[in-house]
């Protein structure tokens, strides 16, 4: 088991940059594919961005393309999310999700019953 904890959120303006941290514990990172999901009020929680447990791949939902980066550090157990140009449809509870599923690493995993470990959540606002 693996314990997920985020932060980094907070109010910021459009146009701002946020980057997000997610600090896990437990069983060894390595093993974990991770992933950033958010949540808007009313709405889905939906997919933001993966990274594969090497680092070498990584996965975006086309509205944050450009914008955001996700990266890892292995050798820190945590795994984070450059948030940058950011917009108000941006504001959300973004999540911290980590997967042991094998076809995670290869082709991405996108939707929420793929992760196995979920953080508490840290929000971000954005403000027009």
């Known amino acids: 088991q693996v314990l997920l904890l985020e932060s980094g959120g907070g109010l910021v303006q459009a146009g701002d940059s946020l980057k997000l941290s997610c600090a896990a514990s437990g069983r060894a990172f390595i093993f974990y594919d991770m992933g950033w999901f958010r949540q808007a009020p009313g709405e889905d929680r939906e997919f933001v961005a993966a990274?594969?447990?090497?680092?070498?791949?990584?996965h975006y939902t086309d509205s944050v393309k450009g914008r955001f980066t996700i990266s890892r550090d292995n050798a820190k157990n945590t795994v984070s999310l450059q948030m940058n140009s950011l917009k108000p449809t941006d504001t959300a509870v973004y999540y911290c999700?980590?997967?042991?599923?094998?076809?995670?690493?290869?082709?991405?995993?996108?939707?929420?019953?793929?992760?196995?470990?979920w953080g508490q959540g840290t929000q971000v606002t954005v403000s027009s």
């Open positions: 999700a980590a997967t042991l599923y094998e076809h995670c690493s290869d082709s991405g995993c996108f939707r929420p019953l793929d992760y196995q470990y």
């Open positions: 990274i594969s447990r090497s680092g070498y791949k990584t």
